[in-house]
């Protein structure tokens, strides 16, 4: 019996990590699909697994998936009622966003940040691309910087075309399994290129009418670093999904408007327009970002009272 962490599922085929670097390609003993509960995928990359290793075949069979810290799903399609585990056992969740090419909208950040939040997974902002940026996109991003780190989010500037700030980001992983997640073209793929050149992963070139990347890869794939650290990439996974959060518990998620919701008059208000709301008398006031609270009125707007 060997224990082995998950570094890639495709289907039916898991490559595991174990041992001192060893990698080996895994199967699911018939078994454990039984026990499978609410989800299309029974094992995920990030998942401790004990499995056998069969000499003959020199392949692997899991046997048991060890307990998870947490996971985080994916976003599945509208059509379907399973949800897919995207990632188990993950220390922090890295959004990694640009000002120009692409433009990342504050309602996307905002959307994965409270995200996050109920999976009660610390979030963190990567800044690409900062190379790109004249004066109009500075200023943009030293006032989102400004925006979420005052609500406790901490943000990294990066330049991965010119190398700055690159220690900064890897001091952040160091010892930890992080998650990063972004709309494509904002750098991902070339961040995990900068921090394991052995990797060679193929970047898309911007496609210049959408001024987004083509997606390449579908499957979340967890790198080890050199610097021990494991990062999890999630190519063409435009978000979290399958949060189910009821209306009047959306705004539990944005933590600054949670904080001042206490000081409302009514305690079901939900910051819209009700009398003695402190949520809105502090967006009046500038206390609570005007962005913040736009992000907000728009997710309560989703169509069918709950948020994906
Ligand atoms: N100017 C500039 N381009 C970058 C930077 N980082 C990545 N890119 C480019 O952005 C494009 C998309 O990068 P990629 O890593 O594939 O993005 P992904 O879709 O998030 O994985 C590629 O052409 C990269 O070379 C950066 O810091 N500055
Ligand atoms: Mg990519
Ligand atoms: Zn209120």
């Not at 289907?11 to 454990?32: A, E, F, M, N, P």
């Not at 160091?174 to 990797?199: E, H």
Request: hydrophobic fraction near 35%.
């Amino acid at each position: 019996m060997e224990k082995g962490v998950v570094l890639k599922s495709t289907g039916s085929r898991y490559r595991v990590l174990y041992g001192d670097r060893k990698t080996i390609v895994c199967s699911i003993k018939g078994k454990l699909r039984i026990k499978e509960f609410r989800t299309t995928n029974p094992i995920a990359v990030g998942d401790n697994i004990l499995f056998e290793i069969d000499s003959n075949t020199n392949s692997g069979i899991i046997t048991e998936v060890l307990d998870r810290r947490n996971y985080i799903l994916r976003k599945s399609s509208n059509l379907s009622r399973h949800s897919q585990i995207l990632a188990a056992n993950i220390d922090q969740v890295f959004l990694m966003i640009t000002i120009i090419l692409p433009e990342t909208p504050v309602e996307f950040i905002d959307r994965f940040l409270i995200s996050a939040e109920a999976y009660r997974v610390p979030a963190k902002l990567i800044i690409n691309k900062t190379d790109l940026y004249g004066e109009d996109e500075s200023a943009k991003l030293e006032y989102l910087e400004s925006m979420y780190s005052k609500i406790g989010y901490e943000c990294f500037r990066l330049s991965l075309k010119e190398q700055t700030n690159l220690d900064i980001v890897k001091n952040a992983m160091r010892g930890k399994t992080s998650l990063i997640s972004g709309n494509s073209g904002v750098g991902k793929t070339t961040l995990l290129n900068a921090f394991n050149p052995l990797l060679r992963l193929k970047t898309a070139e911007i496609s210049g009418y959408h001024k987004q990347g083509k997606h390449i890869t579908t499957f979340p794939e967890m790198h080890l670093m050199p610097f021990d650290a494991f990062v999890i990439d999630t190519p063409g996974i435009r978000g979290f999904g399958v949060v189910d959060m009821g209306k009047n518990e959306i705004y539990h998620f944005f933590r600054e408007i949670f904080r001042v919701s206490k000081n409302c008059r009514f305690n079901n208000c939900l910051h819209l327009d009700e009398p003695g709301c402190a949520v809105r008398k502090a967006v009046e006031s500038g206390e609570i970002a005007y962005l913040r609270y736009k992000s907000y009125l728009n997710i309560m707007e989703g169509d069918d009272g709950k948020y994906r």
